[in-house]
């Protein structure tokens, strides 16, 4: 139970290639990048968010993507296809919240929306786009 990839107080690269995962946990995400309350000691409460850049390649993923506005996240979709939302979540102790979500589809890749979805930028090759939900530029 709980996210299948959390990153927080952290600068980081991942990389998935050629593999399938679905986090169909309603108390998980699929990805998490995140401040903490700081209470085992990783950072400072409100300024210890996490930074990653992650690449997926070859995917078929399935499950939502949650930021918070303290941290940064560049997501890279390579011929993948992901179903779910994306969100940028307000962190309450956030001192300077200045958080960013960048996301970029190539032309071999898909996201099925399942909720409405929040992000940063939005660079978008795909030819047909046929989102169901609605995605917010912040």
Known sequence: AGDVIYVTN?????????????????????????????????????????????????????????????????????????????????NAAATDPKGTVNVKIDEGSSWALTGDSTVTTLENQVQRKSFIGVIILQ
């Open 10 to 90: 952290t600068d980081c690269n991942i990389k998935l290639k050629d593999t399938e995962i679905t986090s169909d946990d309603a108390d998980g995400a699929l990805l998490c990048v995140v401040g903490n309350s700081a209470s085992r000691g990783w950072g400072k409460k409100g300024a210890n968010g996490g930074n990653a850049d992650v690449l997926l390649e070859n995917e078929k993923i399935k499950g939502n993507i949650i930021a918070d506005d303290i941290s940064m996240l560049n997501l890279t979709l390579k011929n993948t296809r992901w179903t779910g939302a994306l969100s940028i979540d307000k």
